[in-house]
């Protein structure tokens, strides 16, 4: 199984494209799609840029090596997945693995409490502190409504 068109434009829709590198509100160098690292292992520096093709590029490679390294113990339809490698692509792999959200997924796909554990990711620290931003909020509102919609396309 893999990421649908609905989770690429997700992301695309969220991360926005930029073709020069900028500071993201995490403070990470970011390029493309939200990129961080390049497929060599290289972080992505202040003043670098990319072509829309190899931001193209990037973000597939990102979400193919995301799904190839997503715990294969558990089953998901193509809207939770979705929704779960948008998720991961954001947040990372460690804090998806780490979460109480994983954790509830892992156990039942379909457990109730799931929609409250995505909305649990909104913060980022910015200045030091922890800020609720709403992108963010809208973004997991939209993981939500992808992982409770259960279509095959």
């Known amino acids: 199984m893999t990421y649908s068109k609905k989770c690429v434009n997700l992301i695309k829709e969220f991360e926005g494209i930029y073709l020069k590198s900028y500071l993201c509100p995490a403070g990470k160098a970011t390029i493309g799609y939200g990129s961080t690292w390049w497929p060599d292992n290289k972080p992505v520096e202040l003043g670098q840029s990319v072509t829309l093709q190899k931001s193209e590029d990037l973000l597939k490679f990102e979400l193919d090596k995301i799904v190839s390294r997503l715990p294969v113990t558990v089953i998901y ?20 693995i780490n979460s109480k959200l994983y954790k509830k997924i892992k156990v039942n796909t379909n457990d109730p409490t799931i929609p409250a554990e995505f909305r649990k990711w909104t913060k980022a620290r910015s200045s030091g502190k922890l800020i609720v931003l709403k992108g963010l909020v809208r973004r997991r509102e939209a993981e939500i409504k992808l992982y409770l919609h259960n279509d095959q396309d």
């Open 77 to 96: 339809t193509q809207g939770q997945l979705d929704a779960v490698v948008s998720f991961i692509y954001n947040v990372g792999m460690a804090n998806y």
